[in-house]
């Protein structure tokens, strides 16, 4: 970093490649730092830590962790998030490589505590992460059937059913062992659309024989479904039985984030108008350019770029958002309430990384249309690039002053994409 910094080259950071920015872990024309063979993870029993390397999988960390009957949170929004906030929200400790070369330890007790915050949702600004040592959520060992969760699935019959089971439960539940993510998603083939829809919740119960809370996902359990796998588990089978985190690997994703405030008035319409507008947008993917009459067969939008689109909402509880202040905060600092993370997410068919202007303009216009409700953080991880995440945060100003502070002459900016707003 020191030499990339003296000499002003382009670089990216890379850890795990998910990112559905491109740009944001990959690199033309510059150097490219990646952490593949940087995969270590370790548990200390005695001060209940786990340290972790940045290119470790999830999913490996998990197994690895498993025999001692603790885990992580994986991702940013985890299934554990009720309980242990945000993943973000379980940091102690990082080893940090700033801009300028320099290795620095940052924690919440240490001169580093401002960096160590912006951390916290400041994304790939800050420095580069060489070592996180988190909190070990204690999930039980593979023996442990201490879960109930899994994912239902539905045809399009029932989608205004599940969207209001869905708007309910965001706006309603607080129960800090209880999750949720409901996914509408419409595949395109030739001229067809292929909705399908789908509910994941995974439940920590404190015994195995604690059942689900009466009620708590009723909604969705009795709603005429295509297939379930909602089972008792283990944290780790749970979340492996998921996905694996390949999936849609090497194609590219197009990403677009909202968030839903709990408070707004009826608590469903804009979930109901999301939705309606979601329809709009894959009818303008699917619609022909100019075309008058039906649409014929060979207007088929995987030639423009989309392979499937997804409108998913993630419970986010007033619990989490509680955790993450009494851990001393991060700086996406959302209000003491439930919200609704919103992600618009379009895959692209395999070997084609471009969409046509139809699609780009379709894509600006729906998210132009779902406006976050005021005060409420857009996730980054979900949001797309042209997004100004760092300008929804409760914290943005601290997080500006923090930017100038650890890279006065915004190098990182210069000289590596990533969010905007700084
Ligand atoms: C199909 C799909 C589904 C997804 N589902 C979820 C989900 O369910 N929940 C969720 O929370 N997220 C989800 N995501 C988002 C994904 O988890 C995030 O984009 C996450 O950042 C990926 O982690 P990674 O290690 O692969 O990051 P990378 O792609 O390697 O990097 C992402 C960003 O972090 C920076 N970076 C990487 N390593 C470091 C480091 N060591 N120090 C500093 N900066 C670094 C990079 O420069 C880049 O800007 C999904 C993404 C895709 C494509």
Known sequence: MRAIFRHEVKYAVRSGGHSGMSGWSSTEGGILISFEHMTSVSYNES????????????????????????????GGLSFLAGAHGFSVDTLLEADVVLVNG?????????????????????????????????????????????FIGGTIFY???TSEALLKATAKFINNVNDPRASLLSVFSVSF???????????????????????????????FLNLPNLGSSVGRSSYVDVV????????????????????????????????????????????????????????SSDDDPTKDGVEFAI????????????????????????????????????????????????VRDARREFLRQIPPSPGIPLYVGESDKEQNVFATYGRYEELRRTYRKY???RFNIRYTDGPIGL
Do not use: C
Request: aromatic share 10%.
């Open 102 to 146: 320099d290795l620095v330890t940052a924690s919440a007790t240490n001169q580093y505590n401002d960096l160590f915050r912006a951390l916290k949702g400041g994304a790939n600004r800050f420095g580069i992460v060489t070592r996180y040592e988190v909190r070990a959520a204690h999930v039980g060992t593979k023996a442990d059937k201490n």
């Open 311 to 358: 409108l998913a909402f993630t419970s986010v509880q007033k619990s989490q958002v509680q955790v993450g202040r009494n851990r001393g905060g991060n700086v996406m600092d959302p209000p003491l309430r439930n919200y609704g993370l919103v992600q618009f997410h379009n895959q692209m068919p395999p070997n084609i990384d471009t969409v046509s202007r139809r």
């Open 155 to 157: 045809d399009n019959s």
């Open 407 to 409: 890279d006065p002459t």
């Open 240 to 295: 492996n039985s998921l996905g694996t985190g390949t999936e849609g690997s090497g194609q590219g994703q197009m990403f677009g984030a909202s968030a839903f405030s709990s408070g707004e008035g009826s608590g469903y319409a804009r979930y109901e108008d999301s939705y309606r507008k979601f329809g709009q947008y894959v009818e303008a993917v699917r619609a022909k350019p100019n075309a008058t009459g039906p649409p």
């Open 189 to 219: 083939a030739n001229n067809t659309l292929f909705p399908i829809n789908f509910a994941t919740f995974v439940y920590n119960t404190s015994s195995p024989s604690e059942n689900l809370p009466p009620g708590l996902y009723d909604d």
């Open 47 to 74: 001060k209940d830590t786990v340290t972790l390397q940045p290119g470790i999988r999830w999913g490996e960390a998990l197994t690895a962790l498993e025999p001692f009957g603790v885990g992580v949170l994986g």
